[in-house]
């Protein structure tokens, strides 16, 4: 058991690296899963924050922009994750329809390392893009009111987040029939921030639109990472963020090794 999980962990880091040189070698991709979030941040803060921060609860009218910076970038955060889903789902697709799939699972590899390079890989590509993202916001005036053990906890809920949506963005990859279909599948997952309180809160959408805002996984996701960053109450968040990676990852990873296993036997 213990030489079988080496060789996994060992094949992992194999297959990591690989998924490394790829975003290496790729520049473009990583520019732009990093460049959309700060459009959108700029759009938002620069061009609609008067007006959106100026409904905020308890908010002076003239002060709108300066606190919805604080509101919308840990909704900026969550679509900086969500973004980095489209080209791991594009990558695994391209790997099932070029055969470079079908040619590791003729080799001495292990099946579940082959899938966890393309995760590790997109995970660490998240990350840097979320600080990226967030150094953006500093720079143009967000100003997080985090303590050390609350920066370590964000970073962990960043980290988890990630690693949730790659297993997902790799079954999405897998269960695609073409590449384009694979870019365009994930894009479902970049609307999520936006029908959940990244950008308002739920308590403004309509009663069908809330239920479905406040039950969403990136309402938790958000919701943690304001509340570690900026001071608000935690309340269940956290809790309900942490239950949401654990269902996705596993069934993001179940999903993934059926289709894998399914076209092992073909």
């Not at 690296?17 to 959309?36: C, D, E, K, Q, S």
Request: aromatic content about 10%; charged content about 10%.
């Amino acid at each position: 058991m213990t030489t079988a999980m080496t060789y996994t962990v060992g094949d992992s880091i194999t297959m990591l690296r690989r998924n490394l040189l790829h975003i290496v070698r790729y520049p473009g991709l990583t520019m732009f899963v990093i460049g959309a979030p700060v459009v959108f941040l700029m759009l938002f803060v620069f061009v609609f924050g008067g007006t959106l921060g100026a409904g905020l609860p308890g908010v002076d009218p003239d002060g709108g922009r300066t606190a919805y910076l604080p509101y919308v970038m840990p909704g900026i955060l969550a679509m900086t994750i969500a973004g980095t889903a489209g080209g791991t789902a594009t990558t695994v697709a391209m790997d099932m329809t070029e055969g470079i799939t079908a040619r590791f699972r003729t080799m001495a590899i292990s099946r579940a390392a082959v899938l966890a390079g393309h995760v590790l890989g997109n995970t660490v590509q998240a990350v840097l893009g979320v600080v990226v993202v967030l150094a953006v916001g500093i720079a143009v005036g967000f100003r997080p009111n985090a303590s050390l053990v609350q920066w370590i906890s964000a970073l962990a809920i960043v980290v988890l987040i990630a690693f949730a949506i790659s297993w997902l963005a790799v079954a999405m990859g897998m269960a695609s029939k073409s590449v384009e279909t694979a870019s365009n599948l994930p894009m479902l997952l970049l609307l999520l921030p936006f029908l959940g309180s990244g950008f308002v809160p739920t308590d403004t959408m309509p009663a069908g639109l809330r239920w479905f805002a406040d039950y969403q996984p990136f309402t938790p996701f958000v919701e943690t990472l304001r509340a570690l960053l900026t001071g608000s109450p935690m309340e269940s968040n956290l809790a309900l963020a942490l239950g949401w990676c654990l269902v996705i990852t596993v069934a993001g990873y179940a999903w993934a090794m059926a289709i894998y296993e399914k076209k092992s036997v073909r």
